[in-house]
């Protein structure tokens, strides 16, 4: 099923006092939100695996909610305790209708059960073309949320290098694996950067990374910020907003995948 996204979101003045870290909102307003296809669709949750980063799993669903690299999909259980959708990443290409999803997943769900899934959401990474070198790294986060580029990289025959503290045991043997103090070994290596990690950790990323506060990256470099998204791009609660050279954005909807020269830190 397709829907036009429509809603009424109101925002207050003092909407920052209430959430720390959140954007100055203008006096309240009434925005109406009618843009943006969305599907919405019956899936389930085939396979469960645990692993160093939590529960992974594989979904079923339609083809037309497969996300591409970097974007996601909202998913809610049957659960009546589950009072949020939880937003899955893939972490890898979909095989058929199947879609292998990163971890960390809820641990009430149940490999068998149905979802309702709602997708695919967000803006994902788009590598230059050219790109024969991809950099890759994951900081304090999994790194599974990166399969779907290193696949989408190994078609093309590039050459891949993952930069992160906790190696994940599945990966391809041809993708090299190093600890993220060599991230800017990287830099001088790669054509391309891409990149996961919290909201909060810009800051330490360009720091490990070896850049100043006013230095920009060289190359063609992308993060995936990682951090709540619970409306999914519907009603702009501000709660996923990030602070951007354009202004504020949402996580939700302008990424969650952002140009790292774009992004503002304190």
Same mark, same amino acid.
């Given at each position: 099923?397709?829907?036009?996204?429509?809603?009424?979101?109101?925002? #207050?003045?003092?909407?920052?006092?209430?959430?720390?870290?959140?954007?100055?909102?203008?006096?309240?307003?009434?925005?109406?939100?009618?843009?943006?296809?969305?599907? #919405? %669709?019956? @899936?389930?949750?085939?396979?469960?695996?645990?692993?160093?980063?939590?529960?992974?799993?594989?979904?079923?669903?339609?083809? +037309?909610?497969?996300?591409?690299?970097?974007?996601?999909?909202?998913?809610?259980?049957?659960?009546?305790?589950?009072?949020?959708?939880?937003?899955?990443?893939?972490?890898?290409?979909?095989?058929?209708?199947?879609?292998?999803?990163?971890?960390?997943? $809820?641990? #009430?769900?149940?490999?068998?059960?149905?979802?309702?899934?709602?997708?695919?959401? @967000?803006? @994902?990474?788009?590598?230059?073309?050219?790109?024969?070198?991809?950099?890759?790294?994951?900081?304090?986060?999994?790194?599974?949320?990166?399969?779907?580029?290193?696949?989408?990289?190994?078609?093309? +025959?590039?050459?891949?290098?993952?930069?992160? %503290?906790? $190696? $994940?045991?599945?990966? $391809?043997?041809?993708?090299?694996?190093?600890?993220?103090?060599?991230?800017?070994?990287?830099? %001088?290596?790669?054509?391309?950067?891409?990149?996961?990690?919290?909201?909060?950790?810009?800051?330490?990323?360009?720091?490990?990374?070896?850049?100043?506060?006013?230095?920009?990256?060289?190359?063609?470099?992308?993060?995936?910020?990682? @951090?709540?998204?619970?409306?999914?791009?519907?009603?702009?609660?501000?709660?996923?907003?990030?602070?951007?050279?354009?202004?504020?954005?949402?996580?939700?909807?302008?990424?969650?995948?952002?140009?790292?020269?774009?992004?503002?830190?304190?």
């Amino acid at each position: 099923m397709v829907f036009y996204r429509f809603c009424v979101s109101l925002v #207050h003045e003092d909407f920052t006092t209430v959430t720390s870290g959140m954007p100055p909102f203008f006096p309240t307003t009434v925005k109406l939100i009618y843009n943006n296809l969305m599907a #919405h %669709a019956s @899936g389930s949750l085939i396979e469960l695996r645990l692993t160093s980063s939590g529960l992974a799993g594989r979904i079923e669903c339609p083809a +037309n909610l497969h996300p591409a690299p970097g974007q996601y999909l909202l998913a809610s259980s049957p659960d009546p305790t589950e009072t949020l959708p939880v937003p899955l990443f893939p972490a890898g290409l979909p095989e058929g209708p199947e879609v292998p999803i990163a971890p960390p997943l $809820p641990s #009430h769900w149940t490999a068998g059960g149905p979802l309702q899934l709602r997708g695919p959401l @967000g803006r @994902g990474f788009s590598p230059p073309s050219t790109t024969r070198r991809f950099a890759l790294a994951a900081l304090q986060a999994p790194a599974d949320v990166l399969f779907p580029l290193c696949e989408q990289a190994m078609r093309q +025959n590039a050459s891949v290098a993952l930069y992160t %503290a906790s $190696p $994940p045991s599945d990966l $391809p043997a041809e993708v090299e694996i190093s600890p993220l103090d060599l991230l800017p070994e990287a830099l %001088a290596w790669a054509d391309y950067l891409a990149a996961v990690f919290p909201r909060e950790s810009l800051a330490n990323f360009r720091r490990l990374a070896g850049l100043g506060l006013f230095d920009r990256f060289a190359i063609p470099a992308q993060a995936l910020l990682l @951090g709540p998204m619970p409306c999914g791009g519907i009603a702009e609660c501000g709660v996923c907003a990030v602070r951007t050279t354009r202004g504020w954005q949402h996580a939700c909807s302008d990424g969650p995948v952002f140009d790292l020269n774009n992004l503002e830190f304190e």
